[in-house]
T-cell receptor, first 115, second 115 residues
Framework: AQSVTQLGSHVSVSEGALVLLRCNYS??????LFWYVQYPNQGLQLLLK??????LVKGINGFEAEFKKSETSFHLTKPSAHMSDAAEYFC?????????????FGTGTQLKVEL | DTAVSQTPKYLVTQMGNDKSIKCEQN?????MYWYKQDSKKFLKIMFS???????INETVPNRFSPKSPDKAHLNLHINSLELGDSAVYFC??????????????FGNGTRLTVT
């Protein structure tokens, strides 16, 4: 079965520091991987997705993720954290069904950005 | 122009009651979903519909009954509400192009509290 594991339920960084949120996947076939962000009291918003066209994927708000098959990882990074980045981040893997994508989410990582 | 809208945003009710949550999407997508997010922020798929046809039904108690009158709407009716049903319920939609990459677009959620 395909799944994702997010290491660290809480990550705290200083404003301007590097953000690194970890995600490892388990899949017997090439995975479809996504990162979503959830701001307080809002729905999930797509940050980026892995499409196999390139291993380094750029997303919105300066975020990017690198697909590493040898490490079965898809970690999310941002060079310089901003206060507005404080949110819950979810890694997800998609399973194709007969009608739509069944997204299986990781347990989420709460990012806190401090002054 | 809200892409995926849910009503109500908040729902407080007593055990044993029956309630409904409505969802509408104006993105022209073929597939709609219901996800449940528990108090630990864990997200799990409940149902998906593709062109009004039920595709995914994830071991959800039969007190939960989705209904899709057309492909732009997916409602969730819950009978005999229990304390454990308290959660945030998210509606989402995607355009199924059969490649696994179609991202989900989420509504802002309905916070259900059962007392």
């Amino acid at each position: 079965a395909q799944s994702v594991t997010q290491l660290g339920s809480h990550v705290s960084v200083s404003e301007g520091a590097l953000v690194l949120l970890r995600c490892n996947y388990s899949s017997s076939v090439p995975p479809y991987l996504f990162w979503y962000v959830q701001y307080p009291n809002q729905g999930l918003q797509l940050l980026l997705k892995y499409t196999s066209a390139a291993t380094l994927v750029k997303g919105i708000n300066g975020f990017e993720a690198e697909f590493k098959k040898s490490e079965t990882s898809f970690h999310l990074t941002k060079p310089s954290a901003h206060m507005s980045d404080a949110a819950e981040y979810f890694c997800a893997v998609s399973i194709l069904t007969g009608g739509g994508n069944k997204l299986t989410f990781g347990t989420g990582t709460q990012l806190k950005v401090e002054l | 122009d809200t892409a995926v809208s849910q009503t109500p945003k908040y729902l407080v009710t007593q055990m044993g009651n029956d309630k409904s949550i409505k969802c509408e999407q104006n993105l022209g997508h073929d597939t709609m979903y219901w996800y449940k997010q528990d108090s630990k922020k864990f997200l799990k798929i409940m149902f998906s519909y593709n062109n009004k046809e039920l595709i995914i039904n994830e071991t959800v108690p039969n007190r939960f009954s989705p209904k899709s009158p057309d492909k732009a709407h997916l409602n969730l009716h819950i009978n005999s509400l229990e304390l454990g049903d308290s959660a945030v319920y998210f509606c989402a939609s995607s355009q199924d192009v059969g490649d696994g990459y179609s991202p989900l677009h989420f509504g802002n959620g309905t916070r259900l509290t059962v007392t």
